[in-house]
């Protein structure tokens, strides 16, 4: 079956330690997300790739970087500049470039960061 | 600005009961996509329905129902007859045509069912 694959479910870390959340795709899909969750606040968006080696920054991509090197892997990297980094992460992938207008976005797991 | 408004931090009903989400959205264009995704304990967002700005009708899915109602910018959800199974975090959210596609989510709503 295809879908996105987020790894590890859970993840904790020292303060001041940068850190890496894995997401892999194999829907065959152009487009991947990266979305913060945070009690009460719904999902925003962090950082998104239309194609291999392009992405642009979300609402919230202070604090973290990406690299989309392979259609299949999106990674985040957390890092320590980032002031607030507990949160639950979510990926996303779509078959179009463009975002989410002709298809809806299609999620994994998600990854629950605690920084301590 | 908050683009999009789910007033109801939290709904509790007993099952079978029926129960309405409210979704208000906000937009100066013509083209958008409003959505409805669920959000169960394993995490992972589900996609519910998906509805463009130039289509009104009202949609029904099984125990699902969509009322989109543009004259007040507002995208509801109701579930008949509710089940202990639709127990969840929902999620409306929308996609501009001047916003890159890119979707703006509300807050979410935690809707509870009890047996």
């Known amino acids: 079956d295809g879908g996105i694959t987020q790894s590890p479910k859970y993840l904790f870390r020292k303060e001041g330690q940068n850190v890496t959340l894995s997401c892999e795709q194999n829907?065959?899909?152009?487009?991947m997300y990266w979305y913060r969750q945070d009690p009460g606040q719904g999902l925003r968006l962090i950082y998104y790739s239309q194609i291999v080696n392009d992405f642009q920054k979300g609402d919230i991509a202070e604090g973290y970087s990406v690299s989309r090197e392979k259609k299949e892997s999106f990674p985040l990297t957390v890092t320590s500049a980032q002031k607030n980094p507990t949160a639950f992460y979510l990926c996303?992938?779509?078959?179009?470039?463009?975002?989410?207008?002709?298809?809806?976005?299609?999620f994994g797991n998600g990854t629950r960061l605690t920084v301590t | 600005a908050q683009k999009v408004t789910q007033a109801q931090t939290e709904i509790s009903v007993v099952e079978k009961e029926d129960v309405t989400l409210d979704c208000v959205y906000e937009t100066r264009d013509t083209t958008y996509y409003l959505f409805w995704y669920k959000q169960p304990p394993s995490g992972e967002l589900v996609f519910l329905i998906r509805?463009?700005?130039?289509?009104?009708q009202n949609e029904i899915s099984g125990r699902y129902s969509w009322n989109f109602q543009k004259s007040t910018s507002s995208f509801n959800f109701t579930i008949t007859a509710s089940q202990v199974v639709d127990s969840a975090v929902y999620f409306c959210a929308l996609s501009e045509a001047s916003n890159d596609y890119k979707l703006s989510f509300g807050a979410g709503t935690t809707v509870t069912v009890r047996a």
């Open positions: 996303a992938s779509s078959p179009q470039q463009g975002g989410s207008m002709n298809s809806p976005l299609h």
């Open positions: 829907l065959n899909h152009d487009a």
């Open positions: 509805r463009n700005s130039f289509d009104e």
